[in-house]
């Protein structure tokens, strides 16, 4: 991936902060393009390894709270458990009508001070601006980070 | 960014307003201090929106305001002023952010320009071994957990006890260094994981540590009560509560919009995800954000601790011959309960400040004592190529805007158009040129932040005097910073 952009993640233009635009055939797909956009942003993820697996569970009452919290995990992950995701190997959420679940199986690894060397410190996802939206045939979701 | 604009209108010099009549939503007008330039700068800038929202929330005392450094932030604009009644008003953890006690301290040497220069480079280098820098930085202090507790209770008053800093310096902070009413069982286990082995390191982005010279004086009476003179070099330091603070702001946002919702709040911004400030998750939150406060001043007074043992080894000098004295301590991203006059009324209101500071004048009692004759000292940080500046705070500031005036310079460009505009090594060259040394641990971040990403901060305060929001003292030239 290159530093700035890849296929499925967009940067926009924003005076202070990071804006992003992350695409996916569904609504899953483009949350696990948009999980390792961010973690991307922070640490070129070409350098981590899929070492070993961490699973995710996020509840919210409706899909902007949870893809926000999803993505605010993520990071807490990076910069509280200073671990790193590379990949989302698996990405659900329930499809019953009672149920507000998203579950992820993250490949990554601990962070390797001698291999990774942090880009951002990417604060917090924000609700500001975040949109979740059907475009030419792709679903897009567009958050901005606090940096 | 398409933007959905807000017209606003000239209502006196230095003054713009956004008519609350051009929304059906706002609850009172939006007031921004700018000049023309300023104003002009705003036309591709979404924050006169974020004004008219901030308009919108319940409890709004007087109206929504704008600093003359304002820009396009999250929820709140940066420079983003609302003061909100006690009993109708609400909280809002989007108008304090994620740095929670983001600030500035400001110290002063008994060292002239001619006895530092010699040892310029070793002491910014100096600095930055001794200070950890960047993304993830921690280990400046080992704390035990219950000393954390301590921290984050008390504040300044724990760094007096442990000898990092004398009782003067705590006198010459904003609230003393330390906001009553934290409560520790209103943080999480993760803002502690966070937090725990960060205090003293500096950050990334916009953070620095700078060695400045008092290069002019625009009032001699005032910054002699501030201990400055011509030529005099100084300590400047800008960051927040690192983790710790960005914790306990993602974990509340959830918490207040579904308060928000139980209340019946309705937002035009999900990051303004309040609650009244007399609600349990109101009481809780501000608890939760007072103890990132007070770790957000503790976690300045290490870096400067470190800053001011290297001058001392560096300077090959005592400590009382390098005469390191705090000058003062403000914070930009905060909400407090304060008293205001509004419309001949005094008026119990919760102000958030959220990338502005807080400006007192002569003769209020929150000033130090110290400088009660004069006024608070206001500290305005630049870039690292122009200059920072000293201002104290004015009567109008109280009348007008909650006594606040700005916290920065305020950026213009955004980080992407920086790093096209020249990279990394050729502004720290570009800077080397103009005697200004830099250390950072990315030379992406010396792209983001050279100095033409910023607004001028002589146009910011030149808005912030012409208002009357605060009174110029000194113009501090930068000499050196170490960046994350």
């Keep these: ?66 893809t926000v919290a999803f993505l605010n995990e993520l990071l807490y992950f990076v910069n509280g458990r200073l671990w790193l995701p590379r990949r989302v190997r698996t990405l659900t959420q329930c499809s019953k009508k009672s ?49 | ?134 993304v993830g930085s921690h280990g400046a202090l080992k704390v035990s957990k219950s000393d954390f507790e301590q921290v984050i209770v008390n504040g300044a008053n724990w760094a007096v006890k442990q000898g990092l800093i004398p009782e003067a310096d705590r006198l010459h902070m904003e609230d003393e260094g330390c906001l009553d009413g934290a409560d520790p069982d209103a943080v999480s286990d993760r803002a502690r994981e966070r937090g725990f082995d960060q205090i003293g390191t500096l950050g990334a982005g916009n953070h620095f540590v700078e060695l400045q010279v008092v290069e002019q004086i625009f009032d001699e009476k005032t910054a ?98 390098c005469g ?28 958030h400040r959220k990338g502005a500071t807080r400006s007192l004048p002569a003769d209020h009692p929150l000033v130090p004592e110290a400088y009660r004759h004069v006024g608070q000292p206001v500290l305005i940080p630049g870039d690292m190529g122009r200059a920072s500046y000293v201002l104290v705070g004015a009567e109008t500031a109280l009348a007008e805007s909650f006594g606040s005036a700005p916290h920065g310079a305020g950026r213009l460009m955004s980080r992407h158009q920086g790093l096209k505009l020249m990279r990394g090594d050729d502004v720290r060259a570009k800077l080397a040129e103009q005697g200004i040394i830099v250390q950072a641990r990315s030379k992406a971040t010396l792209a983001e932040e050279q100095p033409d990403v910023y607004k001028d901060v002589e146009e910011v305060v030149k808005v912030a005097a012409g208002a009357g929001l605060a009174k110029p003292v000194a113009r501090l030239k930068p000499l050196g910073a170490i960046k994350g």
Excluded at chain 1, 133 to 140: I, P, S
């Design chain 2, 324 to 351: 390191i004295r705090l000058v003062y301590d403000v914070c930009h991203n905060i909400a407090k309960i304060e008293e205001h006059l509004v419309d001949g009324k005094l008026r119990r209101v919760c102000v």
């Design chain 2, 1 to 134: 960014m398409p933007s959905d604009h807000v017209s606003f209108e000239q209502i006196g010099p230095f003054r713009y307003r956004i008519r609350r009549s051009g929304r059906s939503d706002m609850r009172t007008d939006g007031i921004m201090f700018l000049n023309e330039a300023l104003a002009k700068k705003l036309e591709v800038d979404e924050s006169p929106k974020q004004v008219a929202n901030v308009a919108t929330l319940p409890g709004i005392v007087g109206n929504s305001l704008a600093m003359p450094d304002m820009h396009w932030g999250y929820g709140f604009p940066i420079g983003g002023v609302a003061a909100f009644d006690v009993n109708e008003g609400v909280i809002s953890p989007g108008g304090v952010g994620y740095d929670i006690n983001c600030g500035v301290s400001l110290t002063r040497t008994a060292f002239h320009l001619n006895e530092v220069k010699p040892k310029l480079a070793q002491l910014v280098n100096r600095f930055f071994e001794r200070i950890p820098t960047g």
């Design chain 1, 99 to 147: 149920c507000s679940e998203l579950y992820a199986v993250l490949a990554g690894e601990p962070v390797d001070p001698a291999r990774h060397i942090f880009k951002y410190d990417i604060k917090a996802v924000t609700y500001h601006e975040f949109a979740i939206r059907r475009e030419d045939n792709l679903t897009m979701i567009q958050f901005l980070c606090d940096l």
């Design chain 1, 1 to 66: 991936m290159n530093s700035q952009q890849s296929p499925f993640v967009t940067l926009l233009e924003h005076s202070g902060d990071l804006m992003f635009q992350a695409r996916g055939a569904n609504y899953l797909e483009a949350l696990a393009n948009a999980s390792i956009g961010l973690v991307h942003q922070i640490i070129p993820v070409d350098s981590i390894r899929e070492a070993e697996e961490r699973e995710l569970t996020i509840a919210g009452d409706d899909e902007t709270s949870r």
């Design chain 2, 224 to 321: 002699a009560a501030f201990g400055l003179f011509l030529g005099q070099i100084c300590i400047m330091v800008h960051s927040g509560s690192r983790g710790f603070g960005y914790q306990v702001c993602t974990e509340y946002l959830p918490v207040m919009d579904k308060a928000a919702n139980k209340y019946g709040i309705s937002l035009p911004d999900r990051q303004l995800a309040c609650a009244p400030v007399g609600s349990n998750e109101g009481k809780r939150y501000f608890a939760a954000m007072k103890c990132a406060a007070n770790y957000a001043w503790v976690n300045r007074l290490v870096m400067k601790h470190h800053a001011a043992k290297v001058m001392v080894e560096v300077m090959q000098a005592s400590e009382e011959r």
